[in-house]
């Protein structure tokens, strides 16, 4: 009697919910259809320039090319070289395999797997959103709030880890979120995600948000279960599912760590930790990058109900540990040559709790409308992205006059930005400013030869932001005074522009 009335009470509210998810996804889809569109030309118009758009490109491409001939990508520092592989290697190795079908040009085949990267993260995105809210117009909010973000859509069109790093952190979530809603028997997607998060930090080793939220869900799961039976004893109470992703993640990880640190004579720890530790750390650039998640605040709001959702929903809780966690991330924007890069898993973390919050508050309209307004005001802020972002957003020159000029030289040329080099085909025996500079101010690589490289006239142009004339200090940290004296002392300016252009003295 119970149930048919139950039954006949869900008939009744079929229709009211109909519409709130016809109204929901409909007003999605007009609000978002701009940005979209906009996003969607913003990357057609990327994937075609045939220019360096970040400073690694070249720098990346070049790696990979090392590790596909059977180089050493983790080599010691050297005086008269730098290899700066700041990353580890399942970045380069997908890299170098893309790098072997021919595009319009040297920068295409990076920037399909980094586009190809995203479009599988907002398919996982809307599917755990989906998942976890069980309303496909959940789904449909996260990929929309995802694409609209400017950081994704840039680093979806880049050559960088961050991007394929991202895509096996949303895997490794849906995976958990799967084997959460399914139970401590879920052994095989507990050892699923793991594999995805173990791929994710071999990637880009600062991926550790996700699996301490994913462990951290699972044993808030297997402690509810102890709470309502203690006759099994808490050491039991940890699930299959628990133990199988602990377990697996901590040996992928340790594992392939000690047979890369092996295979490296300890090169690999070098460059991924001591490297990394070494560069110079700024609270003002930290907080310089993190502002611009300052619009996103309707979504944030909106995230932080899945604390609200955790009794009833098994997803909720793998989501608001996340939150909690992906905060730390950011501190990685501090870093001398960051960028807002660092911002994509906190734009993951808002976007999956804001679309499962969306789902379950669709099913109840008076609290739905409240939400749309959110909603409503979230898009409507995307629609207008900070200033800050500029010239990244709007393709406003292209450097062919550099270019030419570069190819025009005969012999080595020392440059800011490595990839204008490697489209030429110029060797890149010094491949990473934005590496080098924190290192070599910290005293870990020796610079020497650098500076006896330009002092001995070795290079026929340097092609560098700062000008020598104006003083010996380069505030992004990339050239120390003493490479800049010895520009100064053995190199004329030939002109100014965007960058300044040496040539050797007479």
């Given at each position: 009697?119970?149930?048919?009335?139950?039954?006949?009470?869900?008939?009744?509210?079929?229709?009211?919910?109909?519409?709130?998810?016809?109204?929901?996804?409909?007003?999605?889809?007009?609000?978002?259809?701009?940005?979209?569109?906009?996003?969607?030309?913003?990357?057609?118009?990327?994937?075609?320039?045939?220019?360096?758009?970040?400073?690694?490109e070249?720098?990346?491409?070049?790696?990979?090319h090392?590790?596909?001939?059977?180089?050493?990508?983790?080599?010691?520092?050297?005086?008269?070289?730098?290899?700066?592989?700041?990353?580890?290697?399942?970045?380069?190795?997908?890299?170098?395999?893309?790098?072997?079908?021919?595009?319009?040009?040297?920068?295409?085949?990076?920037?399909?797997?980094?586009?190809?990267?995203?479009?599988?993260?907002?398919?996982?995105?809307?599917?755990?959103?989906?998942?976890?809210?069980?309303?496909?117009?959940?789904?449909?909010?996260?990929?929309?709030?995802?694409?609209?973000?400017?950081?994704?859509?840039?680093?979806?069109?880049?050559?960088?880890?961050?991007?394929?790093?991202?895509?096996?952190?949303?895997?490794?979530?849906?995976?958990?979120?799967?084997?959460?809603?399914?139970?401590?028997?879920?052994?095989?997607?507990?050892?699923?995600?793991?594999?995805?998060?173990?791929?994710?930090?071999?990637t880009?080793?600062?991926?550790?948000?996700?699996?301490?939220?994913?462990?951290?869900?699972?044993?808030?799961?297997?402690?509810?279960?102890?709470?309502?039976?203690?006759?099994?004893?808490?050491?039991?109470?940890?699930?299959?599912?628990?133990?199988?992703?602990?377990?697996?993640?901590?040996?992928?990880?340790?594992?392939?760590?000690?047979?890369?640190?092996g295979?490296?004579?300890?090169?690999?720890?070098?460059?991924?930790?001591?490297?990394?530790?070494?560069?110079?750390?700024?609270?003002?650039?930290?907080?310089k990058?993190?502002?611009?998640?300052?619009?996103?605040?309707?979504?944030?709001?909106?995230?932080?109900?899945?604390?609200?959702?955790?009794?009833?929903?098994?997803?909720?809780?793998?989501l608001?540990?996340?939150?909690?966690?992906?905060?730390?991330?950011?501190?990685?924007?501090?870093?001398?040559?960051?960028?807002h890069?660092?911002?994509?898993?906190?734009?993951l973390?808002?976007?999956?709790?804001?679309?499962?919050?969306?789902?379950?508050?669709?099913?109840?309209?008076?609290?739905?409308?409240?939400?749309?307004?959110?909603?409503?005001?979230?898009?409507?802020?995307?629609?207008?992205?900070?200033?800050?972002?500029?010239?990244?957003?709007?393709?406003?020159?292209?450097?062919?006059?550099?270019?030419?000029?570069?190819?025009?030289?005969?012999?080595?040329?020392?440059?800011?930005?490595?990839?204008?080099?490697?489209?030429?085909?110029?060797?890149?025996?010094?491949?990473?400013?934005?590496?080098?500079?924190?290192?070599?101010?910290s005293?870990?690589?020796?610079?020497?030869?650098?500076?006896?490289?330009?002092?001995?006239?070795?290079?026929?142009?340097?092609?560098?932001?700062?000008?020598?004339?104006?003083?010996?200090?380069?505030?992004?940290?990339?050239?120390?005074?003493?490479?800049?004296?010895?520009?100064?002392?053995?190199?004329?300016?030939?002109?100014?522009?965007?960058?300044?252009?040496y040539?050797?003295?007479e």
């Open positions: 009697m119970a149930d048919s009335a139950a039954s006949a009470g869900r008939r009744r509210l079929a229709p009211p919910l109909l519409a709130a998810y016809l109204l929901g996804a409909g007003g999605l889809v007009w609000l978002a259809y701009p940005l979209v569109a906009r996003w969607l030309r913003w990357i057609s118009r990327m994937m075609l320039y045939p220019y360096p758009a970040d400073g690694l070249g720098t990346l491409l070049s790696q990979a090392l590790l596909w001939l059977g180089k050493a990508l983790y080599q010691p520092f050297e005086r008269y070289a730098f290899v700066s592989s700041p990353y580890p290697p399942w970045h380069p190795l997908i890299l170098g395999f893309a790098d072997q079908f021919a595009g319009p040009h040297v920068f295409w085949s990076g920037r399909v797997v980094s586009l190809a990267a995203g479009a599988l993260v907002l398919l996982a995105a809307g599917a755990l959103a989906w998942y976890g809210g069980r309303s496909w117009a959940g789904g449909l909010l996260a990929v929309i709030f995802l694409i609209s973000a400017p950081p994704f859509a840039l680093w979806a069109t880049r050559i960088k880890p961050d991007m394929y790093a991202l895509l096996w952190t949303a895997l490794g979530l849906l995976c958990a979120g799967l084997a959460l809603r399914r139970g401590g028997r879920a052994a095989g997607l507990g050892l699923l995600a793991a594999l995805c998060f173990a791929l994710a930090f071999f880009k080793q600062t991926a550790l948000a996700a699996p301490l939220a994913a462990g951290g869900a699972m044993l808030l799961a297997d402690l509810a279960v102890y709470g309502r039976d203690r006759s099994a004893g808490l050491w039991r109470a940890a699930s299959r599912r628990t133990l199988a992703f602990g377990l697996g993640y901590v040996l992928m990880v340790g594992v392939v760590w000690l047979l890369l640190d295979w490296s004579g300890g090169q690999f720890t070098f460059h991924i930790w001591t490297q990394h530790r070494n560069a110079a750390w700024s609270l003002q650039l930290m907080g990058y993190v502002a611009l998640l300052a619009p996103y605040w309707p979504m944030l709001l909106l995230a932080l109900g899945v604390f609200a959702l955790a009794r009833r929903e098994p997803v909720a809780p793998l608001g540990c996340y939150l909690l966690l992906v905060p730390f991330t950011l501190l990685g924007a501090g870093k001398t040559g960051a960028n890069n660092h911002l994509l898993e906190s734009l973390a808002l976007a999956l709790g804001g679309g499962v919050v969306f789902g379950h508050a669709l099913r109840r309209p008076p609290l739905a409308a409240l939400v749309a307004a959110a909603v409503a005001l979230q898009l409507w802020l995307c629609a207008t992205p900070p200033a800050w972002y500029g010239g990244e957003l709007v393709l406003r020159e292209t450097p062919e006059r550099y270019v030419a000029f570069i190819r025009s030289v005969p012999g080595e040329v020392l440059a800011d930005d490595p990839g204008l080099l490697y489209m030429v085909g110029k060797p890149l025996r010094y491949d990473d400013p934005s590496g080098f500079g924190p290192v070599a101010f005293g870990l690589w020796d610079q020497s030869g650098l500076v006896d490289d330009i002092r001995q006239r070795r290079f026929a142009a340097i092609l560098i932001p700062p000008d020598v004339d104006e003083g010996s200090e380069d505030v992004s940290g990339r050239w120390t005074p003493q490479m800049l004296d010895a520009i100064r002392a053995s190199y004329r300016v030939l002109f100014r522009d965007t960058l300044t252009v040539v050797p003295c």
